[in-house]
C-alpha cells in the first residue's frame, strides 16, 4: 500500500522526530511573529478593547505557528533491484541495485494574508548494493501536509534524480519542495510527512 493511500485510509502513528541537521539546500527557521503586548497602554476597566487584545495575540501566535516535518515510519528507507525482483522474492539482496535512505529534513514557514506557503528541504543518501551499479536512479520522494483528523492538504511525489559516479559506491542526495501554498491553519494541528513512495498500486 502507497504512503499516500495508507496514509488517508489508516490513522497514521508518527514515528519519533528524526534530529534536524543543516541541509545543504540551508534552509532557515521556520518565521516567528512577535506578539503585540499592548496590555500595558490599555484601560482595565475596557474589557472590550482588552477582549480583542487577546484576539489579536492568538492570531499572532498562530502566524508563529510552522507545522513539524517528519520522516513518516517505515517510508525512510527505498531499494531497487535488478529486473523484475521484488523485496520479498527469496535471494532479493543479491539482485540489490541501489538502497536509498532519507536522513534529515527541515522546515521554513512564510505567511501572506491568505496562504501559508512551506518550504521543505530533505536530504538523504543511495548507496550501491551487491551488484555494483553505478549511474542513475531517481528516488520517489513524497511530501504531504495532513491535519490530526488525516485530512491530506497537500500531497505530491517527486522523482530525484541521483548519480553514482563510475566506480563510486554512494552518493548524497538533497531536494527542496517549495510548492507548499495551502491556506493558513485556523489551529496548530498541522504535520508535514516526508518518505519514499513508489505511487498507487498500477
Known sequence: MSFEMNFILAKTKVSRLMALGALSVVLAACNTATNNQA????????????????????????????PRAIIRGGTETHRTF????????????NSLKFQSTITEVARECNYSPNNLNMRIGIKGRVINGPT?????????????????????????LH???VTIPEG??????????????????????????VGFDEGPPS
Request: proline share 6%; with cysteine.
Open 39 to 66: 496590555e500595558d497602554t490599555l484601560g482595565i476597566s475596557d474589557q472590550q478593547d482588552v477582549a480583542e487584545e487577546q484576539v489579536n495575540d492568538q492570531s499572532n501566535n498562530l502566524r508563529a505557528f510552522c
Open 82 to 93: 535488478v529486473g523484475n525482483v521484488k523485496q520479498d522474492d527469496p535471494g532479493a539482496l
Open 132 to 156: 555494483g551499479h553505478t549511474g542513475t536512479v531517481n528516488v520517489p520522494v513524497r511530501v504531504a501536509v495532513a491535519n490530526t483528523a488525516n485530512e491530506v492538504l497537500y500531497s505530491i
Open 159 to 161: 522523482q530525484v534524480p
Open 168 to 193: 563510486g559506491s554512494n552518493a548524497l542526495f538533497s531536494y527542496v519542495d517549495s510548492g507548499i501554498n495551502i491556506p493558513p491553519p485556523e489551529n496548530s494541528n498541522l504535520i508535514v510527512y
